[in-house]
């Protein structure tokens, strides 16, 4: 019997959820889901699955324009189903299918001749101060016009809105659809999803709007969301953020060439730099400043465009931004020029955009020509470098007590050697560092003489032994510990000077890094065994697109870890801090795990709830600051604040619990993490075991600090794996999902 919809909803399901028990629990090894262990649903009871029927997916079947301009839409609205199920249809009301469903619509459609979308539906906003008013294209929800139920989980909506007397109907049109479904009742949060369907009303191939797709978007936001969380794609977004809509309170536009070129340039944008904040209000009078956004792309530089532009995405105009430059979008990152006046700009004023492919050609002659992919190389980039690689061939004499000696190659692009004479002074740098045992690194002496904890650096320009196609060997003049037992690793780092275009006025020097290597050789005798992988390079360049860091030297994760060990911290640099108050600080830990966990936290450490910063201490004491925000950093605005990219179900970004976008093969549930204590004089804990040392990094309460240290043992140690490793209660990966 249907219960009456004016029973309490929240009643009606708990009592469904009481009859067939066990609504969330954890699943045995051999329950197999299509969700992923980072989706609370995967911790479902397989029963509460099939009752519940979690997410939401909205599929468009067909859209139409009548000849009078009356515009409908047919979409089907279902779930998100376990792996090897067909997807359920769902119950827009709630009532037949757990959790009501709210859909809102958007139609739109693009002028001939022109290259953007118009939306038909618009409204008239006022700013919350000065009385200023904006366009801005808009929607209708499922209440505005008229919603049909064609069965269960298909329906037909009508939008109050006609096309205009006169509409084209041989144009592209596309209407979008958005909706959210609400589960928190379950746990489940709020599950959001849109779609959108291209038609021309009199018939024919649409030719819409595709320049970048959302798979680029969410290599570093994860899964792009905005507005609370159900607008999920870039085909969506560009329906309403279009020249038609604007700010009214700061002026600015919303069109998503402009908008999203000056989110992403953020705090190098010229009008930031000047001390104007790059601000949007938005929904309820909301502050959104961008102004301490840093691209990471390799890190900070905002010239690599082809990122998101990425000519391999499939997209029909993925190259536009070569091809159509426009003062609107090139003026986005490029704010202070005035192209009416001419001021800033080489070429003087211009009145349309018709002249800019003239000399805005795609790739010209040279790098930092004025075509746009000259004018955004990146120099350490630059295509004129001869190049440096290296290869690691062979350790001898790598067993304990003795110094060994490792075979190696240096070469350049076209496999010629390069000779250690290449590679003395200048910026010109090549070292050896060696560290071990690979069960981890960090506590290993190297003599009296060694100043770096846990490992040796060491030059073998002077000494090394080379053959014309460079081959070399080089013998460390430090030996292995005598009571050394296990894995070592010996990694190699080096750069090369360049100067490009010499003898122009474009003329500039940079310097550029080979990829590093580590070997892995036994002191003893005992099986070779690598150091555990916890993170791949691969996923840090989804964001970082070449992560190179240490001037060009340090671009590999075997090679990090060598020296970011659990007893290395910055003391060794403060001495030389430019900043002041660096110098009287206490010295910050920069144990790999700790480090990149703290980085990436960014800042939320001053949120109440963590209320800690993180300030570094670099080489030749430079004073970089992971945690600030736009109000506080100098006028000159270095190392502001990190944001992490990845965004929560709620558009939210920061979103750091999204672990696997770094950690790889569930490592980040795999405890403990590390064997050695981690020292960090600014913990509250010091030295602290390695798991409480990378789970506090981001949970830095005392009240965390006091949870690990009353559940580790002075003769066990930790005993984290109990509640928080794989398969556990309460695992890192389902206390982090969503």
């Known amino acids: 019997m249907r219960m009456p919809f004016s029973v309490s909803k929240v009643g009606r399901w708990s009592l469904a959820l009481l009859a067939i028990a066990g609504s969330v629990a954890l699943m045995s090894a051999t329950r197999k889901a299509g969700y992923t262990v980072h989706d609370k649903a995967y911790y479902l009871d397989p029963r509460t699955i099939q009752f519940v029927r979690p997410g939401l997916t909205i599929n468009i079947v067909s859209a139409k324009i009548a000849s009078d301009g009356t515009i409908s839409v047919d979409f089907k609205l279902t779930d998100v189903p376990p792996a090897g199920s067909a997807a359920q249809p769902l119950d827009i009301t709630g009532v037949n299918t757990p959790g009501p469903i709210s859909v809102s619509f958007l139609i739109a459609y693009i002028p001939k001749g022109q290259e953007q979308y118009v939306s038909y539906i618009t409204r008239l906003v006022t700013a919350a101060t000065g009385g200023a008013t904006g366009t801005q294209a808009a929607g209708e929800s499922m209440t505005t016009g008229t919603l049909t139920t064609v069965t269960q989980g298909e329906y037909v909506y009508t939008f109050k809105t006609k096309a205009p007397t006169g509409f084209d109907p041989t144009a592209t049109h596309r209407v979008g659809v958005y909706g959210s479904r609400n589960l928190t009742e379950f746990d489940l949060g709020t599950n959001y999803d849109d779609a959108t369907f291209d038609f021309v009303p009199a018939g024919g191939t649409p030719a819409p709007r595709d320049i970048i797709r959302t798979a680029d978007c969410n290599s570093c936001h994860d899964s792009l969301a905005a507005h609370g969380g159900s607008r999920k794609s870039v085909d969506l977004c560009i329906m309403c953020h279009t020249p038609q809509t604007t700010d009214p309170n700061s002026g600015n536009t919303l069109d998503l060439k402009v908008f999203i070129h000056k989110i992403h340039m953020g705090e190098h944008l010229p009008s930031v730099q000047a001390r104007t904040p790059f601000q949007i209000i938005g929904f309820q009078n909301s502050v959104n400043d961008w102004s301490t956004v840093v691209y990471p792309s390799n890190p900070g530089d905002p010239r690599n465009c082809s990122t998101c532009h990425n000519p391999k995405n499939g997209a029909a105009q993925t190259n536009a931004w070569l091809t159509k430059p426009s003062m609107a979008a090139c003026g986005s990152c490029h704010d202070d020029v005035n192209f009416a006046t001419g001021k800033n700009h080489p070429g003087g004023p211009q009145v349309d955009d018709s002249q800019c492919a003239m000399c805005h050609i795609p790739q010209g002659e040279l790098e930092f ?212 108050a660096d110098k009287a600080a206490p010295a910050e830990g920069v144990n790999f795990t700790y480090m990149i966990h703290r980085i990436h936290l960014g800042v939320d450490m001053t949120s109440p709830s963590v209320n800690t910063t993180f300030t570094i201490v670099g080489f030749g004491g430079s004073h970089n600051n992971f945690d600030s925000t736009f109000a506080s950093v100098p006028s000159t605005i270095p190392n502001t604040g990190v944001r992490y990219p990845a965004m929560d179900n709620t558009g939210a970004t920061q979103h750091v619990a999204a672990c696997y976008m770094c950690h790889v093969n569930g490592s980040e549930a795999v405890l403990p993490i590390g064997l050695n204590p981690v020292t960090n004089p600014t913990a509250p804990l010091n030295p602290a075991p390695a798991t409480t040392s990378a789970c506090t990094a981001c949970h830095a309460l005392n009240s965390t600090f006091a949870h690990a240290q009353s559940n580790t043992d002075p003769k066990f140690g930790e005993s984290c794996n109990v509640c928080h490793g794989t398969g556990a209660a309460f695992s890192t990966t389902q206390v982090h999902a969503q």
């Open 369 to 580: 020509d004025a075509s746009i992919m000259g004018a955004h190389t990146n120099p350490t980039e630059s295509a004129s470098a001869p190049g440096i690689n290296f290869t690691l061939v062979k350790v001898d004499n790598g067993v304990a007590g003795k110094a060994p000696t490792l075979t190696f190659t240096v070469k350049d692009n076209a496999g010629n050697g390069i000779s250690m004479a290449q590679l003395t002074g200048g910026s010109n740098r090549l070292a050896l560092v060696m560290a071990g045992p690979t069960s981890d690194y960090g506590y290993t002496s190297f003599g009296s003489d060694v100043t770096t904890p846990g490992y040796v650096s060491e030059n073998p320009v002077p000494t090394a032994q080379c053959s014309p196609d460079g081959t070399c060997s080089y013998t460390f003049t430090h030996s292995i510990p005598t009571n050394a037992t296990g894995t070592y690793s010996i990694g190699i780092e080096g750069r090369r000077g360049l100067t490009i275009l010499p003898g122009t006025t474009s003329q500039m020097t940079t310097e550029y890094g080979g990829i590093n290597k580590v070997i892995n050789f036994s002191v003893d005798g005992s099986p070779i065994t690598p150091r555990r992988t916890v993170v791949s390079i691969n996923n840090c360049n989804n964001c970082h697109t070449k992560l190179s860091l240490h001037g060009e030297n340090r671009n590999q994760i075997e090679m990090c870890v060598l020296c970011h060990n659990p007893s290395e911290n910055d003391i060794s640099q403060r001495v030389n801090a430019t900043n002041p």
